[in-house]
């Protein structure tokens, strides 16, 4: 069984900096393509950001040129550092795994029950 567990969120102003920590315990986690996901108040969960087994970044438009996806996978850890915050980046931070394929790409659903996610607040 799978434990994951996201943390570093908090308060924050327009235009700061934040590094989200997703650590999963239970797993071999170095083969997993790992996703970030934002859940804002009354919508859906939706990709942020994710970063392969081969260490192949990609994000959503809205995280482009402001988050960076890293991988720790001797703490299995994945990291997201985000700056140059904004309003619209509110919300709660959750972290994913879903199956790899080759080094570079991934298949398939959520492999992980959720954890409790990290709130992130962009307000000034």
């Known amino acids: 069984q799978v434990q994951v567990a996201e943390s570093g969120g908090g308060l924050v102003q327009p235009g700061g900096s934040l590094r989200l920590s997703c650590v999963a315990s239970?797993?071999?986690?170095?083969?997993?393509?790992i996703v970030w996901y934002r859940q804002a108040p009354g919508k859906q969960r939706d990709l942020v950001a994710l970063?392969?087994?081969?260490?192949?970044?990609s994000y959503a438009d809205s995280a482009k040129g402001r988050f960076t996806i890293s991988r720790d996978n001797a703490k299995n850890t994945v990291y997201l550092q985000m700056n140059s915050l904004k309003p619209e980046d509110t919300g709660v931070y959750y972290c994913?795994?879903?199956?790899?394929?080759?080094?570079?790409?991934?298949?398939?659903?959520?492999?992980?029950?959720w954890g409790q996610g990290t709130q992130v607040t962009v307000s000034s």
């Open positions: 994913n795994a879903r199956n790899s394929v080759g080094s570079s790409g991934y298949r398939g659903s959520d492999l992980w029950s």
């Open positions: 239970g797993s071999i986690f170095n083969i997993y393509t």
């Open positions: 970063i392969t087994s081969g260490s192949t970044s």
